[in-house]
């Protein structure tokens, strides 16, 4: 069992799916959550006319598939291929995975390899997705389009990472940035680590 001692216990359990998927059918283009210590008027999205923007908790970013409801609110905006809502799925998903996991939670490394190993992960993660102090953290996600190309920005609130190693020696083992990382590259057209590891975009052709 997890020995850390943390905040209390959050005693909430995020906001369900079709809340969601109602905030986001058009003509809604922004969600931005309200969670025990978070009012829901806070943020503000970047975005001009052509945009989406969800403010999430790291407790409803980890529960619900926000890559699979991203690409269809999409798909409803503008025609995407198979293949490459496939993909923006695919590299949405490994973004917000990093943002959640390996920013927010603070869970740089796989703890071993094994059974043992995703046991020992699933543990910590249940630990701290019970605390306050990092499931009401956020994970913001804002995708902007226009005629030529989609770009999707994921921004969390942990501490950052140095990109460097992980691009000089393309580890597998590096981490969970340096797993995703990989994937998303495979699936965009375009990536841009910003912001001292704490924001990944991502582009799409269109």
Same mark, same amino acid.
């Not at 806070?42 to 052509?50: I, L, V």
């Not at 590096?174 to 582009?203: H, N, P, Q, Y």
């Given at each position: 069992?997890?020995?850390?001692? *943390?905040?209390? /216990?959050?005693?909430?359990?995020?906001?369900? @799916?079709?809340?969601?998927?109602?905030?986001?059918?058009?003509?809604?283009?922004?969600?931005?959550? +309200?969670?025990?210590?978070?009012?829901?008027?806070?943020? #503000? %999205?970047? $975005?001009?006319?052509?945009?989406?923007?969800?403010?999430?908790?790291?407790?409803?970013?980890?529960?619900?598939?926000? +890559?699979?409801?991203? /690409?269809? *609110?999409? &798909?409803? !905006?503008?025609?995407?291929?198979e293949h490459q809502?496939?993909?923006?799925?695919?590299?949405?998903?490994?973004?917000?995975?990093?943002?959640?996991?390996?920013?927010?939670?603070?869970?740089?490394? $796989? %703890? &071993?390899?094994?059974?043992?190993?995703?046991? #020992?992960?699933?543990?910590?993660?249940?630990?701290?997705?019970?605390?306050? @102090?990092?499931?009401? *953290?956020?994970?913001?996600?804002?995708?902007?389009?226009? #005629?030529?190309?989609?770009?999707?920005?994921?921004?969390?609130?942990?501490?950052?990472?140095?990109?460097?190693p992980i691009e000089? @020696?393309?580890?597998?083992?590096?981490?969970?940035?340096? !797993?995703?990382?990989?994937? /998303? !590259?495979?699936?965009?057209?375009?990536?841009?680590?910003?912001? &001292? &590891?704490?924001?990944?975009?991502?582009?799409?052709?269109?």
């Open positions: 069992m997890m020995q850390e001692s *943390k905040s209390s /216990v959050l005693d909430w359990d995020g906001t369900p @799916e079709p809340v969601l998927d109602a905030a986001l059918s058009p003509p809604q283009c922004v969600f931005i959550e +309200a969670s025990p210590s978070h009012g829901s008027g806070a943020d #503000e %999205p970047r $975005h001009g006319a052509h945009g989406l923007y969800l403010s999430l908790t790291t407790l409803t970013a980890y529960r619900q598939n926000i +890559a699979a409801l991203l /690409v269809a *609110k999409l &798909g409803e !905006r503008f025609p995407l291929a809502r496939e993909c923006m799925e695919t590299a949405i998903y490994e973004a917000i995975t990093n943002a959640v996991l390996h920013g927010n939670l603070g869970i740089s490394k $796989h %703890p &071993g390899g094994g059974l043992e190993g995703l046991d #020992e992960l699933g543990e910590l993660v249940a630990y701290r997705l019970a605390q306050g @102090e990092f499931a009401l *953290k956020r994970v913001r996600i804002e995708a902007r389009w226009n #005629e030529t190309e989609i770009e999707i920005a994921i921004r969390d609130e942990g501490a950052g990472y140095d990109v460097r000089a @020696e393309g580890d597998p083992q590096c981490g969970f940035s340096g !797993r995703g990382l990989m994937i /998303v !590259r495979a699936m965009a057209d375009r990536t841009e680590v910003r912001e &001292g &590891g704490r924001c990944l975009c991502l582009a799409f052709s269109r």
